[in-house]
Antibody, heavy 124, light 107 residues
């Protein structure tokens, strides 16, 4: 199970930290992700983090503003969001990412377990 | 960047077969995954890597991927299948996941 927390309403330019508590599976065996959903843009992948936290991937629109991190002892995943914009308004889902290989590369993921989501609203 | 195109809505009668297409340039060269999202709920993976079903997903759900169209097929549609369905692939050129815009299935 994945349970998100930390959402809320903030002003443009402010910061917010989301957290996700994992249980019921071997947390350290999986990449983890954040995916967001807004009414106007549907589902949008935000970030991935390696099993040990040593590698991070981000969608271009959040690079330099968002930081994904994990604590394998606490079995938790975080998303630190800075410089928030109106377009960041969305429900943010924590998701377990399954890695697979294709076309000679092992740099593909899909998402096989999702949390219930946490609403982030950025108001101007 | 790569784009996945889905019909906005598909309607099907109870007990019939629903086909939900997902179009992309030479999409058959990539693996496509499908998510079901019921109102007010988180997405649920129903098909991964074109045609594989996660544990707990009924055999009524299947997937195909050929040429420029991937499809989610739901046979013997039930009222509980009414939901939004999203396709997804991983774009290795941009290093990011790509989702289709979603199809609302009405039973």
């Amino acid at each position: 199970e994945l349970v998100e927390s930390g959402g809320g309403v903030v002003q443009t330019g402010e910061s917010l930290r989301l957290s996700c508590a994992a249980s019921g599976f071997a947390f350290t065996d999986f990449w983890m992700s954040w995916v967001r959903q807004s009414p106007g843009k549907g589902l949008e992948w935000v970030a991935n983090i390696h099993l040990d936290g040593g590698e991070e991937w981000y969608v271009d629109s959040v690079k330099g503003r968002f930081v994904i991190s994990r604590d394998n002892v606490k079995k938790s995943l975080d998303l630190e969001m800075r410089g928030l914009r109106a377009e960041d308004t969305a429900v943010y889902y924590c998701a377990r990412a399954q890695k697979y290989c294709g076309g000679g590369m092992c740099r593909h993921w899909y998402f096989d377990l999702w949390g219930r989501g946490s609403q982030v609203t950025v108001s101007s | 960047s790569y784009e996945l195109t889905q019909s906005v809505s598909v309607s099907v009668a109870l007990g019939q077969t629903a086909t939900i297409p997902c179009e992309g340039d030479n999409i058959e060269s990539e693996n496509v995954h499908w998510y079901q999202q019921k109102a007010g709920q988180a997405p649920l993976l129903v098909i991964y890597r074109d045609n594989k079903r996660p544990s707990g997903i009924p055999e009524r759900f299947s997937g195909t991927n050929s040429a420029n169209t991937a499809a989610l097929i739901i046979s013997g549609v039930q009222a509980g299948d009414e939901a939004d369905y999203f396709c997804q692939m991983w774009d290795t050129d941009t290093g990011s996941a790509v989702f289709g815009g979603g199809t609302k299935l009405t039973v």
